[in-house]
DNA sequence: TGTAATTAGTAACATTCGTAACTAAATCAG
DNA sequence: CTGATTTAGTTACGAATGTTACTAATTACA
């Protein structure tokens, strides 16, 4: 008896997304240094527009510990800014400086070329399906 | 200009990843105290028999020294046991041990339930398409 | 209200991780 | 063959990580 691993989807997907990362990984390290953490925030920012590090941790399912240390190597290398959340003063609104997405627009072209390479292993259609049936279950999650 | 993140398949990957296997992990911690990396070298054995230490770094894509410090633990518990490959005596074939096999089939049944309970979330033909999709990639980037 | 419980974020600590350097065995090139 | 290169696996070490405990602010509720 066996977990049957190609139906297994833990353990596919812990596979699929190391491989994939590895591929994306060296452009946002070797032209900045980012990390994974640093590159994920950054992305999310950039994506849903000025938000707090709650909303970060939640949008790209990081621990919060994680997020708070990528928020403040960001804010050191002056990619990003805070200003406290009147709404609530435990938090910082987070915005992208201007050199901030200066650093982001220089890296997005890179990155997309890396990714359309990747997914251009497989017919656009799988592609679509691929990213459709995501889509349904991180909302079934409670992801997005 | 961003990257239109709910079509940027690794941000999405790594997302959903991160959540599916917070859902599993309480099973194999709480019951063996477990880490990832061991309890995925031990899938691997189960599932793809006797082998080294190099094919399920491959198989699982997981870094040679994590599966080197996973497969010495697993070990340490009488789970796995090895023999010199005469093949090549730098490796050697890992097997489960009797214990090392009934603590996997006390695992799999709690863990196949979680995994129903999170696929459950999506239709029968969504898990379907999306494990499909999957394979096409991974055997399009040589992971199996 | 005011007190208790929760939540956002940080910090300290021990654990885990990846890089680089290493050993020993296998393969390659001439 | 034999020396040079590659490969499987381990180890040492610095960097990254998660757990836990903490502070400060917010929310729940009696």
């Given at each position: 008896?066996?977990?049957?691993?190609?139906?297994?989807?833990?353990?596919?997907?812990?596979?699929?997304?190391?491989?994939?990362?590895?591929?994306?990984?060296?452009?946002?390290?070797?032209?900045?240094?980012?990390?994974?953490?640093?590159?994920?925030?950054?992305v999310?920012?950039a994506e849903i527009?000025?938000?707090?590090?709650?909303?970060?941790?939640?949008?790209?399912?990081?621990?919060?510990?994680?997020?708070?240390?990528?928020?403040?190597?960001?804010?050191?290398?002056?990619?990003?800014?805070?200003?406290?959340?009147?709404?609530?003063?435990?938090?910082?609104?987070?915005?992208?400086?201007?050199?901030?997405?200066?650093?982001?627009?220089?890296?997005?072209?890179?990155?997309?070329?890396?990714?359309?390479?990747?997914?251009?292993?497989?017919?656009?259609?799988?592609?679509?399906?691929?990213?459709?049936?995501?889509?349904?279950?991180?909302?079934?999650?409670?992801?997005?």
């Amino acid at each position: 008896m066996t977990l049957k691993l190609d139906e297994f989807l833990p353990y596919r997907l812990s596979r699929l997304n190391e491989a994939v990362s590895n591929e994306i990984r060296p452009v946002y390290r070797d032209m900045y240094g980012l990390n994974r953490p640093e590159w994920r925030v950054l992305v999310a920012i950039a994506e849903i527009g000025p938000t707090t590090a709650k909303d970060i941790g939640k949008h790209s399912a990081q621990h919060k510990t994680k997020v708070s240390r990528a928020v403040h190597a960001l804010q050191k290398r002056r990619w990003i800014s805070g200003q406290v959340d009147p709404e609530d003063r435990r938090s910082e609104i987070l915005t992208l400086t201007k050199m901030g997405e200066q650093a982001y627009n220089s890296l997005i072209h890179p990155v997309l070329k890396e990714e359309a390479r990747v997914m251009g292993l497989i017919s656009s259609a799988d592609q679509k399906q691929l990213l459709r049936v995501i889509s349904k279950l991180e909302k079934a999650m409670n992801l997005i």
